[in-house]
T-cell receptor, first 115, second 110 residues
């Protein structure tokens, strides 16, 4: 079974450009999470979707960040315009959403560098 | 919100020895405590978890203990091997939100 798939794995862009990160959750999982990992702040939850609906976006740092989940097998995280402080590793994770099942499975991440 | 503290931040052990990582949490409502292992350039990998109705759980060389009264939980790795070298994160959750510790870098010396 394929795990969580993320693309691209690495992204280098200039300040002010739009960046789009992509995620395919594990088939059958109906909860999806976007996290950001930095040395200073560790792993932070950005947004949580359940059944394609955003439930908690309180971790989204600014209006420059937006996330969508148009269907059960695809999600995007967009940064527009990007800034150097957005440089981080962005992870997508998914879980089944079954009552009592809490396990979250992470993708390999996208390393974003904004120059 | 939940606050998870993790110690130590780095741990160096001789191959074959045991490693112990400790975490404390602040929210008594937290009921799920996973541990993740992250290797360089990879995403966090769930290695073991425990729920609040259980005091201890084992899976081969790894075990986790939970003390709800004291609000702390620990990861124990026995007979460490070079492939155990990685960063380990604890987390606490009530429902969907995982609050992570800062991580422990474990180095197993051959």
């Amino acid at each position: 079974d394929a795990g969580v798939i993320q693309s691209p794995r690495h992204e280098v862009t200039e300040m002010g450009q739009e960046v789009t990160l992509r995620c395919k959750p594990i088939s059958g999982h109906n909860s999806l999470f976007w996290y950001r990992q930095t040395m200073m702040r560790g792993l932070e939850l950005l947004i949580y979707f359940n059944n394609n609906v955003p439930i908690d976006d309180s971790g989204m740092p600014e209006d420059r960040f937006s996330a969508k989940m148009p269907n059960a097998s695809f999600s995007t995280l967009k940064i527009q315009p990007s800034e150097p402080r957005d440089s981080a590793v962005y992870f997508c994770a998914s879980r089944t959403g079954t009552s009592g099942s809490n396990e979250q499975y992470f993708g390999p991440g996208t390393r974003l560098t904004v120059t | 919100g939940e606050n998870v503290e993790q110690h130590p931040s780095t741990l160096s052990v001789q191959e074959g020895d045991s490693a112990v990582i400790k975490c404390t949490y602040s929210d008594s409502a937290s009921n799920y405590f996973p541990w993740y292992k992250q290797e360089l350039g990879k995403g966090p990998q769930l290695i073991i978890d425990i729920r609040s109705n259980v005091g201890e759980k084992k899976d081969q060389r790894i075990a986790v203990t939970l003390n709800k009264t004291a609000k702390h939980f620990s990861l124990h790795i026995t007979e460490t091997q070079p492939e155990d070298s990685a960063v380990y994160f604890c987390a606490a959750s009530n429902d969907y939100k995982l609050s992570f510790g800062a991580g422990t870098t474990v180095t197993v010396r051959a």
